[in-house]
Every structure is written in C-alpha cells, then in structure tokens.
C-alpha cells in the first residue's frame, strides 16, 4: 500500500480496502523504521496522527469527507504547525512551538490530510545539500552516502523512500526542484503569488512559493486543489482565479511549442544529464510536441543576482530573531547588545550568517547601489527574457539540476561551486514563474529530473505535460533499493 500515488490511495479509502488509521501506522511505521537511516524527518507526530486518522474515518463513516480525506503527508519543517515544533532546521527555532498553522497547513488540515511529521531542511531553507540542519543531514534513499539535495531534502527522501505519499516543499530558488530531482520525484514550484506564504517562515519573500513533492504530476495536481488560492492573510498572495488542476492532465500535447535554451545545455552541464534530458525532450516529441531553440541570454547572470537578492531579503528577515520574543536566547545576557549577538551568534550556523553578512553588505548605504540594485535590474532583464521566448512557445525544457546527487561533505567547504548548481533553477524564482521537475531518468543509479517552465499561472499546462509524460514513461515508479 506505501507504493501507492494519492489517487490509487483516495480510492482505497473509499472503498474501505484500508482505513485511515491502518493507513497512517503503516507509514508511521516505515518513518520510525528508516528516519535513523535516512534522517528526514525533525519531529514525528505519532500520537497526534493516530488521532487525525481516527477522525478521518469518522469523517468518512459520516460521509463528510473529501476524496483525500485520511491521506498523511509530511509536512516540512519551515510551515508552522500549530502545537507542533517549528524549528526551521535551526536551532535558532529548536524551542520554537508554532501558535497557528500555516494557510497551507490550514488548508491541508482542513481536506482531511493527516500530518505524519515535519521534514528536515536546510537551515532556514538556505542551501542545496540539506547538510546545513542544525539536526543532521539528510541522506539520499538512492544512496545514503549522497546528499539529497536541499533545501527542501527530507520532504523529497521521504517521498522518495516511501515513508509519507506526498510532502510539501519550498522553493526560493530551486528548494523543490532540485530535491526532487536528485531524488526521483515530481516536485512543482508555482508561480509566485499562486500558493499563500503565510505561516511559511520567510528565507527571501519575494522569490520565496511553497508546492508539492510528490510521486506523479496527477499528485502535485490534486494537492495543488488544495492548497492554491487567494489568502488575504498574505499581501503578496494572487488574486486570479484558480484553475481545477486535474482537468487537463489527459489532454493531448500535440502541437506544443517547446522553447530548449541554448543556454540550458552548454558549459555547466554533465554530459550524462545532457543525454538523459534530451531523451526525455524526444519522448516529448513523440508525443507531438514540437521543439525549437531558444535564447535566454542573460541566464550566466541569474546566480550572481540571486545570490545578492536572495542574502539582501533574508538579512531583513532574519533580524527578527533576537532572544527577545521568541526562539533561542543565551544564558546570562549582560545588556542588550550582549543578548542579540550571544543568541544570534549561539543559534544561526555558518551558512545562515554568511548569507546575512552578505546581505547586509549588498543593501549598507555604500554598496547598495552597485550591488542590491543592480541585482534587481538584472531580474527585470531575466523576466523579460522569459516573456520574450513566450512570445513563440509555450513552455521551456531542460535539466533541473546540473547534476545528480554528489557525495556527502563533498561541497560544504566550498560555497562557491554549492550556488553555482543551481544555474537552472534560480532564474525562474527571479521571474516569479511555474516550474516543474519530473524524473527523466538515472546515471549510476542516481535520479536525474527534467524540467518544464511555463509562463505566469499555467500550473494546469505543467502539470498536463509532465502527466503526459509520466503515462508514457515509467521512471517515476522506480523505487529506491532496500525502501520496497
Ligand atoms: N539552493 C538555493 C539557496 O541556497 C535555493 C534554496 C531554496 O530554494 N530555498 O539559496
């Protein structure tokens, strides 16, 4: 039963083949059983579960349930849960019990999802690897001497290994994505403004868009009925309307325009990617769409913006965190100054104060105009890129991640070369578009993702291609090895 999609669950449920409470052990179980392996989750709700289970079939017994009513999910650790640790993969956050749920936790609650756990992350959401938790790094399902990918890593291993049947994840710039990809899921980040942020702990908020980590593109679909929407707890939420997600999915592509940036598969890019994502462009093609290159000439300047824009935001952001109203504070503070720097300099890790330290720099009163706002003008150039190539396709494909997963330790020293994976990802948060990852394949048995950008709020075309896709390939259903 754990190696079932959301859709073949929902309908076990209903035809009481299994019910919600056997449903949520049998996966409780496998998390207690793998998590010391594979460390992806922070905290595991058991109790709270069980009891959620127990509802759901009440729920279901009294006919006021909703097709995925007593389905778990793993929720990562980065939307506050309400009486559940929230810790952010920090320890800034370690004593942190969240007082309200996030809207998409509200949401999820609400259809009837059942919250097995939170899902270990990169501190704050800030790195690729998931080796900046202050609870350990995640191991990669695939090959637990490899990394999974971050930030979002203990939403796509445990997804991948089968221990919850969807998560959420969060990307800022490439944190679904990428995990997805060196995981061998299906990871969707919506454009920015479709999925509400609010009770999501804020990295960089105006690249930052929560979404789906799930086993098939039909999943993202059903979960992202839930979850997309206006919230007006969330200024920066859209207003447009939200399309039904699984309407499309078993449309035709034929006659797709597929824009392949010539940018996507230069220098950068392993070669062994390179094949396996134009097999997967070929497959595509089979199946009618028809591809032409494209340019999107500034994209070798998308990693030096990102990594100003991104610093810039969380520097103010983070500044909340300061021992007085919540989160850690240091034994014994002197005064004042002493507080906010022994709590500060106690409870962010090494990437966490690099990435504020750069961030104050790109926006202090000398530097801000060379750095901070020329970084926003090579965004406007990066989104009107983009607008350009929709001007004759429909969507973009490519690779999501330079490469497949690498070895633990292998990039934690070496910051540089870590921001440097994330050429293809980075772009498309700085744009505030849709992106999906979906499994194309495997080099030496390691996932390798494919990606599909679409225009503004066309989620609903992602997901029919990457559906499309998935009916007429099967790298999707592989699982890792030892996880059966
Ligand atoms: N790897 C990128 C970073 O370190 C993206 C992280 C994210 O999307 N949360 O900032």
Known sequence: MHQSTLAQLSVALESKQISSEELTRLYLDRC?????????????????????????????ADNKHTALTG?????????????????????????????????????????????????????????????????????????????????????????????????????TGGSIRQPASLCGITGLKPTYGRVSRYGMIAFASSLDQGGPMALTAEDAALMMNVIAGFDERDSTSAEQTVDDYTEKLNDSIEGLKIGLPKEYFGEGLDSNIAKIVEEGIKELEKLGAVCKEIELPNTELSIPAYYVVAPAECSSNLSRFDGVRFGHRCEEPTDLSDLYCRSRGEGFGKEVKRRIMIGAYVLSA???????????????????????????????????????????????????????????????????????????????????????????????????????????????????????
Not at 41 to 52: G, L, P, W, Y
Request: proline letters at 4%.
């Open 366 to 484: 000398g530097y801000y105009d060379a750095y901070y706002l020329k970084a926003q003008q090579i965004r406007h150039l990066i989104r009107d890129d983009f607008q350009n190539a929709f001007k004759d396709i429909d969507v973009i494909a490519g690779p999501t991640a330079t490469g497949t997963a690498f070895k633990l330790n292998e990039m934690i020293d070496d910051p540089v070369s870590m921001y440097l994976s994330d050429l293809y990802t980075v772009s498309v948060n700085l744009a505030g578009l849709p992106a999906i990852s979906v499994p194309a394949g495997f080099v030496n048995n390691l996932p390798v993702g494919m990606q599909l950008i679409g225009n503004y709020f066309e989620e609903s075309r992602l997901l029919n291609i990457a559906h499309q896709f998935q009916q007429a390939t099967d790298h999707h259903k592989a699982i890792p090895g030892g996880f059966e």
């Open 71 to 171: 389905i778990p999910v793993a929720q990562k650790d980065i939307f506050c849960t309400n009486g559940i640790k929230t810790s952010c993969g920090s320890k800034m956050l370690d004593n942190f019990i969240a007082p309200y749920d996030a809207t998409i936790v509200e949401k999820m609650n609400n259809a009837g999802f059942v919250t097995l756990g939170k899902t270990n992350m990169d501190e704050f959401a800030m790195g690729s690897s998931n080796e900046t938790s202050f609870y350990g790094a995640v191991k990669n399902p695939w090959n637990t001497e490899y990394v999974p990918g971050g930030s979002s890593g203990g939403s796509a291993s445990a997804v991948a290994a089968r221990l919850a049947p969807i998560a959420t994840g969060t990307d």
């Open 32 to 60: 207690k059983k793998y998590n010391d392996s594979l460390n992806c989750f922070i905290t595991i709700n058991e109790d709270e579960a069980i009891e959620k289970a127990k509802f759901a079939d009440q729920q279901r």
